[in-house]
T-cell receptor, first 113, second 111 residues
Framework: NAGVTQTPKFQVLKTGQSMTLQCAQD?????MYWYRQDPGMGLRLIYY???????DKGEVPNGYNVSRLNKREFSLRLESAAPSQTSVYFC????????????FGPGTRLTVL | GIQVEQSPPDLILQEGANSTLRCNFS?????LQWFHQNPWGQLINLFY???GTKQNGRLSATTVATERYSLLYISSSQTTDSGVYFC?????????????FGKGTRLHILP
């Protein structure tokens, strides 16, 4: 049982480049989330998916797209990276309604030059 | 949406001291969790505590749901307790339900 996994762990991009952050969970959770963490800002929700086939914007969705490929996988895409997107990105999942702790992935540290 | 406020934002203590971290939230919630982010960035779930009191070793947490706050107690602090402590809340079932984090309390334990 791997929990929540994220790839890559580190990435450096140039402004304007695109990339996709991958997240997968093996706990059969319905809900999945993408957060970004910036110094002094805590964790801010980018997008979430309450169930397979649905996605919704969070607090800071601009510049990102997501795809809930299936129940296990939830990817985050940066179409044209900007320096303001330099951050640490965390993926999380939740059984939603089952009242259980929220497991997080290890994070992806992204730098946009 | 729900607002989550944590206090204090920063806390510096000597090893062995006790501390209390507070989390206030603006609406009733179904789920409340405390996390510790260690200096390596890893997020560790400490407590799932929508109400009541729980204890785990030197750490304990109390949530008073009717008054919309939760407290995290750390006794006999150790340097390994350093890091950022986050409170996160969730309200469901709700079309707009999502997990909202506070900005955290940064704790630094001096040897």
């Amino acid at each position: 049982n791997a929990g929540v996994t994220q790839t890559p762990k580190f990435q450096v991009l140039k402004t304007g480049q695109s990339m996709t952050l991958q997240c997968a969970q093996d706990m059969n959770h319905n809900s999945m989330y993408w957060y970004r963490q910036d110094p002094g800002m805590g964790l801010r929700l980018i997008y979430y998916s309450a169930s397979e086939g649905t996605t919704d914007k969070g607090e800071v969705p601009n510049g990102y797209n997501v795809s809930r490929l299936n129940k296990r996988e939830f990817s985050l895409r940066l179409e044209s990276a900007a320096p303001s997107q330099t951050s640490v990105y965390f993926c999380a999942s939740s059984p939603r309604g089952s009242r259980a702790p929220l497991p997080f992935g290890p994070g992806t540290r992204l730098t946009v030059l | 949406g729900i607002q989550v406020e944590q206090s204090p934002p920063d806390l510096i203590l000597q090893e062995g001291a006790n501390s209390t971290l507070r989390c206030n939230f603006s609406d009733s919630v179904n789920n409340l969790q405390w996390f510790h982010q260690n200096p390596w960035g890893q997020l560790i779930n400490l407590f799932y505590i929508p109400s009541g009191t729980k204890q785990n070793g030197r750490l304990s947490a109390t949530t008073v749901a009717t008054e919309r706050y939760s407290l995290l107690y750390i006794s006999s602090s150790q340097t390994t307790d350093s890091g950022v402590y986050f409170c996160a809340v969730e309200k469901y079932p709700n079309r707009d339900d999502k997990i909202i984090f506070g900005k955290g309390t940064r704790l630094h334990i001096l040897p």
